[in-house]
């Protein structure tokens, strides 16, 4: 009874990181899935089933037709999608924060509508404003419609980075004989820097990953969701799994490095 009762007291103090770990263990599992299955010989088109351990996806990731191209095109667009949405999000989010002007308040509120809007009520009003413009499905409708979708995630993250900062340290730059530009420069920018580099972080994995609209809005054109997609119709190859965990380990090592960086200058700030 005594032990019992000891391990019912070590489980309510420890309730929450037995909690938190078996969260993150739920969240990864998919990852874990698709990094075991990346090393999987399936005998069929389908890698549903383990069959035996290679490692002939790794040394030739490339193998299937086009994946790669889709690849490096959802990259592409992923990239001039977040650039096009952090510039346009962080004028927003200033210019919400810091000026006074009229259908202000409407303006906030219109931010969160592609937000809470379903993706394909979206993807269904760009193809409709495409087609009515004549114009021609491809790169570039998808370019627009992603940088359309990202940008409100923007707005808020930088919004919220913006309404945090103190501003008296831009009044201190500009009593020290320090210009407009100078003072954005050299003390906005760097205080707003972690919310716009969330922001951009932010809508690089929505553009990168999103299928819905970019489906609607693509014509011919053949991006990595769509092409894992199609793959999923005739038989996943082996080599979707290696890009998968590829850019997993990414994520991991750019957290990890973030991490670092951030640990090593809060001891330099602390010595």
Same mark, same amino acid.
């Given at each position: 009874? %005594?032990?019992?009762?000891? @391990?019912?007291?070590?489980?309510?103090?420890? $309730?929450?990181?037995?909690?938190?770990? *078996?969260?993150? /263990?739920?969240?990864?599992?998919?990852? #874990?899935?698709?990094?075991?299955?990346?090393?999987?010989?399936?005998? /069929?088109?389908?890698?549903?089933?383990?069959?035996?351990?290679?490692?002939?996806?790794?040394?030739?990731?490339?193998?299937?037709?086009?994946?790669?191209?889709?690849?490096?095109?959802?990259?592409?667009?992923?990239?001039?999608?977040?650039?096009?949405?952090?510039?346009?999000?962080?004028?927003?989010?200033?210019?919400?924060?810091?000026?006074?002007?009229?259908?202000?308040?409407? #303006?906030?509120?219109?931010? $969160?509508?592609?937000? !809470?809007?379903?993706? #394909?009520?979206?993807?269904?009003?760009?193809?409709?404003?495409?087609? =009515?413009?004549?114009?021609?499905?491809?790169?570039?409708? @998808?370019? *627009? !419609?992603? *940088?359309?979708?990202?940008?409100?995630?923007?707005?808020?993250?930088?919004?919220?980075?913006?309404?945090?900062?103190?501003?008296?340290?831009?009044?201190?730059?500009?009593?020290?004989?320090?210009?407009?530009?100078?003072?954005?420069?050299?003390?906005?920018?760097?205080? %707003?820097?972690?919310?716009?580099? !969330?922001?951009?972080?932010? %809508?690089?994995?929505?553009?990168?990953?999103?299928?819905?609209?970019?489906?609607? =809005?693509?014509?011919?054109?053949?991006? $990595?969701?769509?092409?894992?997609?199609?793959?999923?119709?005739?038989?996943?190859?082996?080599?979707?799994?290696?890009?998968?965990?590829?850019?997993?380990?990414? !994520?991991?090592?750019?957290?990890?490095?973030?991490?670092? *960086?951030?640990?090593?200058?809060?001891?330099?700030?602390?010595?």
């Amino acid at each position: 009874m %005594a032990f019992v009762n000891s @391990i019912g007291r070590w489980l309510k103090r420890h $309730f929450v990181v037995i909690a938190g770990l *078996i969260t993150l /263990g739920y969240l990864l599992l998919p990852n #874990v899935v698709v990094t075991v299955f990346s090393f999987n010989k399936p005998k /069929g088109r389908f890698n549903y089933e383990w069959q035996q351990f290679s490692t002939d996806a790794w040394r030739d990731p490339c193998g299937v037709a086009d994946m790669c191209g889709s690849l490096s095109l959802s990259l592409r667009i992923a990239f001039w999608a977040t650039v096009g949405a952090t510039v346009l999000g962080t004028m927003i989010a200033f210019a919400l924060v810091r000026y006074r002007f009229r259908a202000r308040g409407s #303006v906030n509120s219109l931010i $969160f509508l592609p937000m !809470a809007m379903p993706e #394909v009520v979206m993807a269904a009003s760009l193809l409709t404003l495409f087609l =009515n413009l004549g114009a021609q499905l491809g790169f570039w409708t @998808i370019l *627009i !419609a992603h *940088i359309m979708f990202c940008l409100s995630f923007v707005v808020v993250a930088v919004k919220a980075r913006v309404m945090s900062m103190d501003p008296r340290l831009e009044e201190a730059a500009r009593d020290l004989y320090a210009g407009p530009v100078q003072t954005f420069v050299r003390v906005t920018l760097p205080i %707003a820097a972690p919310g716009i580099a !969330a922001g951009a972080l932010l %809508a690089f994995a929505l553009s990168f990953d999103d299928f819905i609209i970019t489906n609607f =809005n693509a014509g011919s054109t053949v991006t $990595f969701p769509m092409f894992v997609w199609g793959s999923a119709q005739r038989g996943t190859p082996v080599q979707i799994n290696v890009i998968g965990t590829a850019m997993f380990l990414v !994520a991991v090592l750019l957290v990890l490095s973030g991490m670092v *960086i951030g640990n090593r200058r809060n001891r330099q700030k602390s010595s």
